[in-house]
């Protein structure tokens, strides 16, 4: 079975950073477009960042262009969120997606992370 377990999260200081961890299994994780998307109460779910396959092309929302970098290391079925610069309206719940070939879509569970002073 398709597993997206998100690590990473947590309270951070404004102007602080955290690395999320997105750990896959049960699929070819090198042939999935891998992001991430964060969701706070009362506000939709919004794409943060996006990485195809190869690596080729990465696309960020606006709100964090400059801050986070999104990554992946294939050899570890991982994928990555480096949130740097931190701030109150970045607190959300994270979550990593995956879609596999055949555009099949696979969601974990979210990490919290909260950034307040």
């Known amino acids: 079975q398709v597993q997206l377990v998100e690590s990473g999260g947590g309270l951070v200081q404004p102007g602080g950073s955290l690395r999320l961890s997105c750990a896959a299994s049960g699929f070819t994780f090198s042939s999935a477009v891998m992001s991430w998307y964060r969701q706070a109460p009362g506000k939709q779910r919004e794409l943060v960042a996006s990485?195809?396959?190869?690596?080729?092309?990465?696309n960020y929302a606006d709100s964090v262009k400059g801050r986070f970098i999104i990554s992946r290391d294939n050899a570890k079925n991982t994928a990555y969120l480096q949130m740097n610069s931190l701030k109150p309206e970045d607190t959300a719940v994270y979550y990593c997606k995956a879609v596999r070939v055949g555009g099949l879509g696979s969601w974990g569970q979210g990490t919290q992370v909260t950034v307040s002073s």
């Open positions: 990485m195809f396959s190869t690596g080729g092309r990465i």
